[in-house]
Every structure is written in structure tokens, then in C-alpha cells.
């Protein structure tokens, strides 16, 4: 039997955009298939872009004469075989030549809208695979299908069936199924994944389909408004209940072994084949102490047992699986080089995995041991588990990046098992969330521990086993590095700045060749990642395919601010900085000076005003970056010079040597009443996006800065301040004056910025993150790159077998984890190379 793993050829002359086909199996069940035939004539649908083809499955019976008959529009195939509803479904496909691919039972009908809002939902979203319709019972009153739950032992079942419905039914949700009855797949899709598993021949087949494009990327998307009734027909009790429990018993177990990934499959299967033997013998009552000589002790020569049928059901299955292991190893070794999901990520979506499902005694006791003898419940029940990591220490007093990895591990904790960890010190914890530090080997018993690991800055330097591993990476360049080094590294001399210049740009390129997902702040940025991305082949046909506008690869989410508005409980400036009266106007310069700023400009601007009004005050709330790493900027010790030299310092300029601390902000924010943003004209200036005047947002307060970056555009267009051309004194001056002395416009720009900031609260300006997270994939050409698809390069290009470079390798993997990790990345190796992947 065919094990149908490879794709379905598709039509001569290609699919055709916006037709969906439409495909019915009939065995033995003419009328009911005339009937649902004909509630097409109702369909909210174009006629001419949908066809309808019915396989008749060896029925005998005059089927395809009397549906010929009744409806002659229709495509009716003679199968010559009864193929089961799997097989039917695939040569309906065979025969079809939509983009999409619809089915439906024999004894379901459509509602008028089942085709429009199914379509509608696929041209909304391409990362959207499947639709499965909502199906109520005939008389549309009874829910039927809702949602697809799935238990831990590979058994689909529909938790929601046979209630009213009502309108929490009515919600679009991602789901792991839908049922056969009535659903929907892109036809290319479905012909690439080789659609049906024809060794199920019928039930579960939709539950392994689903499952199957859910760890391959794709997903199925539960459309209430694509709806469809059922009238519940059971066939097989005609052929025994104990037929349909040996079909079920069976293809669960398949459906097991080539979804599972490989830690899953170890912990289930062993114990899901027990419970199958103790499932069937308890469903019978059956003695399984027959055969025990201890508790069965009296002899007998009789060499045969009368049992009852439904007591064989689970060992025949587990032989029927048995019997099918070498074309199932095929399928599994094949899907599990696709898969796009961990096991993780999916478990979600089978709603409630720990359900014993059978009110049978002696059942559910041994349903209970097994699943504390293998672990099933901690495995099945966790959340994705994310490792959000920043090279920043995490101390009281943050910086941008270290603030930034901690609102991302805020947000995502809600929906996950979330660690933040530092690689440069910890001095702060969490209630919502491990915060941890680690650098070295020992790292990697963290990202071992990770489903998906998000970062910024070196971790691939400190952590190479990265590179070449499946984990989910999301590379969070929100910060050009290599731009700020052109400026930042001029202290270092010319060949410690090239030096620097180089080694970013490759620690940034190889972060970019990697990274499933890549975020960055803003759309200027956005095109500026792009095309340094183009440039190391990650923009190819497979990202594109997924993807046209290739959000799937590179999102924007800019820095935010916090969700709660700021709470001031002391004054921090006005009227405690010595010589800042409490009814001073001050002007705060938010975050660090750094060499590419400009505070020069903004000092002389304020010597000037201060002659007329003295009571304006300059205060710089940080000088020392809190992470000792980050040099000291000559900028910084020629402000202080300058300052020094008007004679302003402690007067009218007044400096925070030391940095504040993150949850004190809100105390010197509100204490000012204008934010400063001053920089040359550069590149870094070009694609940054500064974060200081974030706080400024958050804090209602207008802003002036000089143009040339993408706040200087946002500032201009939404009113949110005033900007001024770089080094420009004259014009700086009368910003300042005018957004400190003019309270009519002040009025206005602090109106304008209420509204604006509301977009960029942190669950806002995460929602992409979020989303990413909720449903995490390998990046297609990734995936390829580990797999068997040759149309994209792998993104570390092969080498030249080296016997000194399998030295170095050897000594660094037993350095890194001794015996242990060498086997480990030996059997890696192995694998890549049947596979003809590179070391």
C-alpha cells in the first residue's frame, strides 16, 4: 500500500488561480451524495470558479450512473477500488486542478458561505495552510466540529461535539485538525505534503494531515463563517465496532511515529502501545491472568482461548503498525527533516493531551501509571520554552539593550516558560520569569534547554553550536553595531578600529545567515537589514515563496514604551539637583553620550537662552554606561569641557556622572519639561532609532531634535516636538525657546504626542514578536538547508574536508563538553552527511 509521503503531481497546465475544487467520496451512499450536490446550486460562490468531482469507491451499486445522472456538472470518478476515504480524497485530487482543495462528506452540506469565507481566510494570510470549517449537526443546532483535540497516545477526538452551539464556537483560532468532513487546503500544499496517508484508509486521516502541515509551518486556521452541516451516518457498525476500534487503535500509533519529533516518540510510543493492549482487554473485561502461571496456577493441554474480538483490536493494530514500519520509517525520516515546529510549539494546540477518554476500570489507573512512568504529563503539558539573551548586564541601571531584552521576556512569559539570561552579570530577579547568568560551555546547557532562543549582540561567538543546530533563532539587530562602530571605535587607533569594524560586520553577517526571524526598529532599518541580507543569500525563492513581502523573515519592532503611564513618587531634578529651582525649566538629555551624538550644539544653544531666561537648566541624567564593557566617549569628557569653559556647569548644565536607575526613570522624566535628541550628520545617525526619546513619549513630553534619523521624521510629521538641521545653533535655540516658552504649542505637541505614544506601548510594538512566538518555524530556506532541498544554498556554505580543521573541531567539542558532546556532534555529523549536507 502506498505510504503517499512523496508529492502529488499536479495538472498539466498548472493549478488554476481561484478555483476550488471540490471533492466528495461515495461508497454505497448515492442519495446523501446527490443531496449535498446539490446544495451547491446555493453556494455564495462563482460557478465558474468551482468544480465539483465525486469518486466513487468501487460501490457496485449504479452509484456513479445515478450521480451522472442527477448531476451532470459534476466530475464523477470510478476508482475501481475501495481505497477508503484517504485514498478517494488523493485521486480526487489527481483529478482536480484548483487552487484550493475542498472536502466534504457525502452526508454534510455547505452552507451558502462555506467556499467564500474559506477563501477569503486564505487570501487574508498566506502563512494560513488549511482552513477547517466549523460543522454542525444536520438541523444546525448541535456543534459537530469546533475545534480538534488530541490526546498524548496519538487518539483525535472532538471534545466540543454534541453541544449547543453558541457564540464561543464563533471565534477564529488556530487549530491542529479539522475533521475530513468539511475542510479546505491550498492544492499546492496539499500535493507537495502527498496529501491523505492512504495506509490509514479512513479515520484519523484529517488529524495526521493537520498535525503533520503543523509541524511543517503551515496552519490550519478554524473559520467559523465556513460553515457546514452533518447528519452523522455510522457505517461501520455494519462491519463490527470493533473494525472502527482497530482502525482508530492502529492509526494512531502511525500517526505517532511520523509526527512526534524524536524526544516526544521515545517518552509516548512505548507507553501508548501498553495502553493499547490494556485498552482492549479492559473494554471486554477479558482475564489477562489467563496464561499467568502465578496467579493462574491449575494446568491445562487446551491450546486455544475463545476471546472476544474488540480484545484483539490493540495488539492487531500494534502488528498492523509493525507490518508498515519500513515505509512508515520513510515517512517519518522525511517529515522529520521538513519539520518547521518543535513538538513544543505544537502541543498547545492539542488542548488537553493528558485525557484518558475511556471511563473503563482497570483503564484509567493504568493510563495514570503509565503516563508517571515515562513523564508523559510534564512533556505534553509544558509550555514553549524561550531563552531570551542579551550581552548587557542586568542590574538596576539598564541600558537600551539590556531594557529591551527585559520588556520581550515580560511579554512573552504570559504564554511560555521564559529564562533571561545576561552574559555580562545579574543583579535583579523576577517574578514572571528565570533571570539567569552564563557565559562559556556552560551556556549551552541553556540553549539545550531553549524551543527558541531570541538575542542580540555575540551569542553566536559564545555560542557556536548554534549555528549548525534546528533550533529556532530570533536575531534582534534592532542596534546596528557595525555602523556605530565607525565612530565608537576611532579611540582604538587604525588597525583596532578596522579590526572592530570587521569583526562586527561578520559577527552581524553571521547572525543574518542564521537567524530564523530577524527584528529590527524601523523601516528604514528594515531596507538598510534587507540588503545586507540579500547580500548573504537570504533573500531567495523559498523565503519569497512564503512569503512575498518577506515579513515572515524580518519584522519591525521598534523599542517601546511602558504599558502603564508613568507614576512620579519623588521629584528627582526640580528642586533636589543642587542649584535647580522647583519652578526651573528644564531640558533633559535622556541615556548615554556617545560619540555620535551631538551635545556641543545643544550646550552653546543653551548659553545663549539662558541670558534671557535664566531659569532654564540643562541635566544629562547618565555620563557612565552601566555595562564596564562600554568604553568611556571622548564626546562625553568635551561636553563637560565645554561646559565648564561658559561657565554653565552647576549653573545652568548639570551632569549625572553615574546612570539611573531603570525603575526610576519616571521621577527625573517627570521633573522636565523638554526632551533633547542632538547628533551629527553620519551614517549610524541615518538608520538609528533612539530610545531616549521613547521616554520622552512616555512621559508626555515634547521633544527637540535634530533631523537626519527616523525620529526626526516621525517628530515633523505627527507634530510630536520640533527638528532642526545638525550643528545648526540659531535654529536649535529658538526650538528650545519656542517648546519651552509657548504654551500654546506646547499644548499642541503634547495633545499630538498623547496620542502617537499609544502605538508604541511594548504590547503593541511586540504584537510581531508575540505572534512569531505563538507560532515559531524554521525559516524555509533553513529548513531546506537541513534537509534535501536544493533550491537555496546552505547558509554555511560547504568546505573542503580538512584534516586540521576535524583537529581543531575534535578539540573544541571535548573542551566544550568532553566525551559526551564529541559522540554528540559526531552522530550530527553522520546524519548531515547521508543527508549531503556539510559539516
Not at 487574508?124 to 483535540?149: H, M, P
Request: hydrophobic letters at 40%; proline letters at 5%.
Amino acid at each position: 500500500m502506498s505510504s503517499k509521503t512523496q508529492p502529488l503531481a499536479e495538472p498539466k497546465g498548472g493549478l488554476q488561480p481561484g478555483l476550488v475544487s471540490v471533492i466528495l467520496v461515495n461508497y454505497k451512499g448515492a442519495d446523501d451524495t446527490i443531496t449535498c450536490l446539490k446544495y451547491f446550486d446555493e453556494i455564495d460562490w462563482p460557478r465558474d470558479l468551482f468544480e465539483l468531482i465525486v469518486i466513487d469507491n468501487d460501490s457496485q451499486d449504479g452509484s456513479v450512473e445515478k450521480i451522472r445522472a442527477a448531476v451532470p456538472d459534476a466530475i464523477v470518478v470510478d476508482s475501481g477500488a475501495n481505497t477508503g476515504f484517504a485514498g478517494g480524497c488523493n485521486l480526487g485530487v489527481a483529478h482536480s486542478k484548483g487552487e484550493y482543495v475542498a472536502f466534504i462528506n457525502n452526508d454534510a452540506r455547505p452552507a451558502a458561505g462555506w467556499i467564500r469565507a474559506a477563501v477569503e481566510a486564505f487570501e487574508s494570510d498566506k502563512t494560513i495552510g488549511a482552513v477547517a470549517s466549523k460543522v454542525l449537526d444536520w438541523n444546525g443546532e448541535l456543534i459537530d466540529y469546533a475545534d480538534g483535540s488530541l490526546t498524548w497516545y496519538g487518539m483525535g477526538y472532538k471534545r466540543e461535539a454534541e453541544r449547543p452551539d453558541a457564540p464561543e464556537f464563533d471565534i477564529p483560532k488556530d487549530v491542529l485538525f479539522g475533521t475530513g468532513a468539511a475542510m479546505f487546503v491550498r492544492g499546492a500544499l496539499y500535493r507537495s505534503v502527498g496529501g491523505f496517508d492512504e495506509r490509514f484508509f479512513m479515520f484519523y486521516e484529517d488529524v495526521d494531515l493537520g498535525w503533520r502541515l503543523n509541524i511543517l509551518g503551515h496552519r490550519m486556521r478554524y473559520v467559523p463563517t465556513s460553515l457546514a452541516y452533518h447528519k452523522h451516518h455510522v457505517t461501520m457498525k455494519k462491519f463490527g465496532n470493533f473494525r472502527e476500534t482497530y482502525l482508530l487503535e492502529r492509526n494512531a500509533l502511525m500517526s505517532m511515529y511520523k509526527n512526534l519529533d524524536d524526544e516526544s516518540l521515545a517518552k509516548a510510543l512505548p507507553a501508548a502501545m501498553a495502553l493499547s493492549v490494556r485498552r482492549s482487554l479492559a473494554r471486554t473485561g477479558t482475564d489477562a491472568t489467563t496464561l499467568d502461571l502465578e496467579r493462574s496456577p491449575g494446568g491445562d493441554d487446551v491450546g486455544t482461548l475463545e476471546i472476544d474480538k474488540m480484545a484483539l483490536t490493540g495488539p492487531y493494530a500494534i502488528d498492523y503498525f509493525t507490518d508498515n514500519l519500513d515505509t512508515l520509517i520513510e515517512s517519518r525520516a522525511q517529515i522529520q527533516a521538513e519539520r518547521r515546529r518543535s513538538d513544543r510549539e505544537v502541543f498547545p494546540l492539542f488542548r488537553h493531551a493528558i485525557e484518558a477518554a475511556y471511563a473503563i476500570e482497570g483503564y484509567n489507573s493504568a493510563h495514570d501509571v503509565l503516563i508517571k512512568a515515562f513523564g508523559i504529563a510534564e512533556h505534553f503539558t509544558s509550555r514553549s520554552r524561550i531563552l531570551v539573551v542579551t550581552g548587557e548586564p542586568l542590574l538596576e541601571r539598564m541600558a537600551g539593550p539590556a531594557i529591551r531584552a527585559w520588556e520581550i521576556a515580560t511579554a512573552l512569559s504570559g504564554e511560555h516558560d521564559v529564562r533571561l539570561l545576561s552574559t555580562a552579570g545579574v543583579r535583579v530577579t523576577s517574578d514572571d520569569f528565570d533571570v539567569v547568568y552564563q557565559v562559556g560551555p556552560k551556556l549551552q546547557k541553556e540553549t539545550d534547554w531553549a524551543d527558541i532562543i531570541i538575542f542580540q549582540g555575540f551569542l553566536l561567538e559564545g555560542a557556536p553550536w548554534l549555528k549548525d543546530s534546528t533550533k529556532i533563532l530570533v536575531a534582534d539587530v534592532y542596534d546596528p553595531m557595525h555602523l556605530e562602530q565607525l565612530e565608537q571605535a576611532k579611540d582604538l587607533g587604525e588597525a583596532g578600529r578596522a579590526r572592530s569594524i570587521r569583526e562586527t560586520s561578520r559577527v552581524l553577517n553571521e547572525q543574518l545567515k542564521r537567524a530564523d526571524f530577524v527584528l529590527c526598529a524601523s523601516d528604514k532599518q528594515r531596507d538598510f537589514w534587507l540588503g545586507q541580507m540579500a547580500g548573504q543569500g537570504r533573500v531567495n525563492a523559498l523565503v519569497y515563496d512564503e512569503d512575498e513581502s518577506l515579513d515572515a523573515l524580518i519584522s519591525v519592532v521598534p523599542f517601546g514604551i511602558a504599558d502603564e503611564d508613568p507614576v512620579q513618587a519623588t521629584h528627582a531634578i526640580k528642586g533636589v539637583v543642587p542649584g535647580i529651582g522647583v519652578d526651573d525649566k528644564v531640558i533633559i538629555w535622556g541615556g548615554g553620550v556617545y560619540n555620535w551624538f551631538d551635545p556641543l550644539t545643544l550646550i552653546r544653544a543653551v548659553d545663549r537662552i539662558r541670558v534671557r531666561h535664566p531659569e532654564v537648566k540643562l541635566y544629562f541624567m547618565g555620563l557612565k554606561h552601566p555595562n564596564p564593557g562600554v568604553p568611556d566617549m571622548k564626546i562625553a569628557w568635551e561636553t563637560q569641557q565645554l561646559a565648564a569653559s561658559l561657565g554653565l556647569t552647576d549653573k545652568h548644565v548639570f551632569f549625572n556622572t553615574g546612570w539611573v536607575p531603570y525603575a526610576e526613570r519616571a521621577n527625573y522624566l517627570l521633573d522636565a519639561d523638554l526632551g533633547v535628541s542632538t547628533h551629527f550628520h553620519h551614517v549610524e545617525t541615518a538608520f538609528s532609532f533612539r530610545t531616549r526619546i521613547l521616554d520622552y513619549l512616555w512621559a508626555n513630553l515634547p521633544t527637540v531634535a535634530t533631523s537626519g534619523d527616523t525620529f526626526g521624521t516621525l517628530i515633523a510629521t505627527y507634530n510630536l516636538g520640533r527638528v532642526v538641521p545638525p550643528e545648526d545653533a540659531d535654529a536649535l535655540e529658538a526650538a528650545l525657546e519656542e517648546m519651552l516658552f509657548d504654551e500654546a504649542a506646547i499644548a499642541d505637541v503634547r495633545s499630538a504626542v498623547k496620542v502617537f505614544a499609544e502605538d508604541y506601548r511594548w504590547a503593541n510594538v511586540l504584537l510581531p514578536l508575540v505572534e512569531f512566538c505563538r507560532f515559531p518555524r524554521r525559516a524555509p530556506d533553513l529548513a531546506a538547508a537541513f534537509g534535501k532541498d536544493e533550491r537555496v544554498a546552505h547558509p554555511h556554505p560547504k568546505e573542503q574536508w580538512s584534516l586540521s580543521r576535524d583537529v581543531k573541531l575534535v578539540k573544541g567539542y571535548l573542551a566544550a563538553g568532553g566525551p559526551v558532546e564529541l559522540s554528540r556532534r559526531a552522530g550530527g555529523r553522520l546524519k548531515r552527511l547521508v543527508r549531503g549536507t556539510p559539516g
